[in-house]
T-cell receptor, first 113, second 112 residues
Framework: AQSVTQLGSHVSVSEGALVLLRCNYSSSVPPYLFWYVQYPNQGLQLLLKYTTGATLVKGINGFEAEFKKSETSFHLTKPSAHMSDAAEYFCAVSGGSNYKLTFGKGTLLTVNP | NAGVTQTPKFRVLKTGQSMTLLCAQDMNHEYMYWYRQDPGMGLRLIHYSVGEGTTAKGEVPDGYNVSRLKKQNFLLGLESAAPSQTSVYFC???????????FGPGTRLTVL
């Protein structure tokens, strides 16, 4: 069985500040890990993913995430927040059969001017 | 290349009515999924399909049925709608050998 915990349902930062969205996972098999972003009234868009290999993964829009097996974490970061980053972010894990994704409950990111 | 499309975008039903949501993808993906999104709950898997003619239950399948008669289409049916099915429904698809899921724009359903 797999599960994802996103710490903090709402994160608020100032424009230009560091963005840190936390994700911890549980998986009985080597996980594939994903971050998706959802802008208001839109579908989900892939930000980045970890499958195998390099544990620091770079995604679109300046985001990156680091897979830490010992901590079962896959936190999302961006050095400097932009107003356009305001959205809801979902962490997800896969690794079982049929490529089913298990999503976290999401973190709403607010960026203040 | 339209990707994943969903029809309709919005719908209002009365309790007990039936309807079908259509998902279509033009990427020749083998796997397709239906999710529902509710505030504070993330996305929950309703049903999925690993290929034409096959379907399987996900996390929250009760009250829904699905069909995958053609590879490019995945239909989600509500036989007798209930207010608890008020939600935003997302369809997604993925190629057989990778895990990235590509999402449609969603259908907002309200059941009165």
């Amino acid at each position: 069985a797999q599960s994802v915990t996103q710490l903090g349902s709402h994160v608020s930062v100032s424009e230009g500040a560091l963005v840190l969205l936390r994700c911890n996972y549980s998986s009985s098999v080597p996980p594939y890990l994903f971050w998706y972003v959802q802008y208001p009234n839109q579908g989900l868009q892939l930000l980045l993913k970890y499958t195998t290999g390099a544990t620091l993964v770079k995604g679109i829009n300046g985001f990156e995430a680091e897979f830490k097996k010992s901590e079962t974490s896959f936190h999302l970061t961006k050095p400097s927040a932009h107003m356009s980053d305001a959205a809801e972010y979902f962490c997800a894990v896969s690794g079982g059969s049929n490529y089913k994704l298990t999503f976290g409950k999401g973190t709403l990111l607010t960026v203040n001017p | 290349n339209a990707g994943v499309t969903q029809t309709p975008k919005f719908r209002v039903l009365k309790t007990g009515q039936s309807m079908t949501l259509l998902c279509a993808q033009d990427m020749n993906h083998e796997y397709m999924y239906w999710y529902r999104q509710d505030p504070g709950m993330g996305l929950r898997l309703i049903h999925y399909s690993v290929g034409e003619g096959t379907t399987a239950k996900g996390e929250v399948p009760d009250g829904y049925n699905v069909s995958r008669l053609k590879k490019q289409n995945f239909l989600l049916g509500l036989e007798s709608a209930a207010p608890s099915q008020t939600s935003v429904y997302f369809c997604a698809s993925t190629p057989k050998m990778t895990d990235t899921q590509y999402f449609g724009p969603g259908t907002r359903l309200t059941v009165l």
